[in-house]
């Protein structure tokens, strides 16, 4: 039983909820951005979850999923969905798509999402329960390292493991004026910066602090 068991799950007066206390738990944190509280809000951490742990889904913790990853803390996905500062519409490109849920976040505000998961069995998962949802981003089973050239370029790009350095080819995708937003760093934990491209070959960069995600996984390890 997976992620799929969601199917016969429900989103009932229980999980809305345990959903509206943790946006104001998020509130309290610092979170300021009503739109990204609301996405919050309305979508259904718990399908993410097997659901034998859904209790876990509303408590402001990562959780761990399939193949060793695990689904963001709904801080760090508010986090990183503020630092993106894209609004509807924006294209977008994610790197580690995982469980889906921060997909979905980015979905629910409305923008036109692509996302690339380097474990096959996340990548299948995520897929169909998006669209069970009612989210349609297009998914890749891929290497993050390399993002993706042909729907380049984007106007942000968000990457959810931590990446031991900068990719180049995820800075030459990013539109002029378009911002990344990446955990740096080879350890346990990274630093939060956001690089925004600023002309053809000049980029601004801001350290927004510590960060501590699953690494980044090679790209020749592949399997
Ligand atoms: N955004 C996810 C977070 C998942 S954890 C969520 O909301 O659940 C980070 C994910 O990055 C993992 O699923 C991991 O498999 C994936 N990942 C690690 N290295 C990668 C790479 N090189 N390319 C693409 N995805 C990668």
Do not use: W
Request: proline residues 4%; charged residues 25%.
């Amino acid at each position: 039983m997976h992620y799929l068991s969601f199917v016969k799950a429900e989103d009932n007066y229980r999980h809305k909820g345990l959903r509206k206390k943790l946006v104001e738990k998020l509130r309290v944190l610092d979170i300021c951005n009503e739109e990204i509280l609301s996405a919050i809000g309305n979508v259904p951490r718990h399908f993410f979850l097997d659901s034998s742990f859904e209790q876990f889904a509303y408590t402001n913790k990562a959780f761990p999923i399939a193949s060793g990853q695990t689904i963001s803390q709904p801080q760090t996905v508010a986090q990183q969905t503020e630092l993106l500062q894209c609004k509807s519409g924006d294209k977008v490109l994610e790197i580690g798509t995982g469980s889906g849920y921060q997909c979905a976040v980015l979905c629910e505000l409305g923008m036109k999402v692509y996302s690339i998961e380097r474990q096959k069995d996340l990548h299948d998962l995520s897929g169909p329960l998006l669209k069970k949802m009612g989210y349609a981003p297009t998914l890749y089973y891929g290497d993050g390292y390399k993002g993706k050239e042909v729907f380049a370029p984007y106007d942000g790009i968000i990457v959810t493991c931590g990446a031991p350095f900068v990719p180049k080819a995820l800075l030459s995708q990013l539109a002029i004026g378009g911002r990344l937003v990446i955990p740096v760093g080879e350890g346990e934990t990274q630093r939060m910066l956001t690089i925004d491209r600023v002309g053809e070959s000049e980029f601004n960069k801001k350290d927004h602090g510590v960060a501590a995600f699953v690494p980044m996984l090679e790209e020749k390890a592949r399997d």
